[in-house]
């Protein structure tokens, strides 16, 4: 046996500590240095969304469920859309409302909403407190990648936990939400969520980078390739991936158009050094 010295314990012991330091520095610390206003929110009109101000805001890589729309078309409500709503203004109410925001690289949504990472009085993440509790799934967009990474690692949490919409999902496979296989899907499953499968094909046109699973297609418009390696896409063909991003139904196909790498569970920040 071989005998340790003083010393050559205390290395040990040292080393050990840093490699443990190492490995909780390597994720990704939400927390931010740059909040820009401090204010009072108003209230959350779901899990993603809230009024500051007067102003719609959405928070930056959530996809909260969405609650019944019945406006032109009826859209039934997703899994614990209300439970989602009430969390958030839970979250608000418990810090007096109080929240810090932190803009990214853009500012407006299509809609018109403000983007903005969101901070509690004590620091705490809103987007990643919501993500870790399983009442929303990441959604990444708008170029707005300054804490990707930590979003990925909050719903790798809940999943791994099975909180919440995930726990929901095992109970309730039917509902394909928030995640469904390709082979799976039905006429029903419209609107944002994962959708995993085996790529079948890959190729490019005048337009579009194709992705195909055996229901699904996959589509990248020639606007977005900048930020794609085709290369890398093109070795996808053969696996499984899990794909995020609005379904919608065209000629009896579902197809998901996506504009961020990250949207494809190979490419997104978790998995990619």
């Not at 949490?157 to 939400?177: I, M, N, T, V």
């Not at 799976?184 to 699973?213: A, H, P």
């Not at 055996?214 to 070795?235: A, M």
Request: charged share 25%; proline share 4%.
């Amino acid at each position: 046996m071989l005998k340790i010295t003083r010393p050559l314990l205390l290395l040990t012991l040292l080393l050990t500590a840093f490699s443990s330091l190492s490995m909780a520095v390597s994720k990704q610390n939400c927390s931010s240095d740059d909040v820009q206003l401090w204010t009072k929110a108003t209230y959350a009109t779901s899990g993603s969304d809230l009024v500051i101000q007067g102003k719609r805001v959405r928070l930056i890589g959530l996809y909260s469920p969405q609650r019944e729309k019945k406006q032109k078309f009826n859209t039934p409500a997703q899994p614990l859309a209300k439970e989602a709503q009430l969390f958030l203004n839970k979250l608000l109410a418990n810090n007096d409302l109080e929240v810090g925001v932190e803009y990214d690289t853009t500012k407006i949504d299509e809609g018109g909403r403000q983007l903005v990472h969101l901070y509690l009085k004590d620091g705490t993440s809103v987007q990643q407190k919501i993500l870790e509790s399983g009442f929303a799934i990441n959604r990444p967009g708008h170029n707005n990648h300054k804490y990707a990474k930590c979003y990925f690692e909050a719903e790798q949490k809940a999943r791994e936990g099975k909180y919440q919409l995930w726990d929901s999902l095992e109970k309730h496979p039917d509902s394909h939400f928030p995640l469904v296989k390709s082979s799976e899907l039905t006429s029903q499953d419209k609107g944002y969520r994962i959708i995993q499968g085996k790529v079948l094909k890959v190729m490019k046109s005048s337009t579009n980078i194709i992705i195909n699973m055996d229901t699904t297609g996959i589509r990248v418009p020639k606007k977005h390739w900048d930020k794609f390696d085709y290369n890398k896409i093109k070795q996808l063909k053969g696996k499984t991936i899990e794909v995020r991003g609005l379904a919608y139904l065209y000629k009896g196909v579902m197809f998901v158009i996506i504009k961020e790498p990250a949207a494809i569970d190979a490419f997104n920040p978790i998995n990619t050094p």
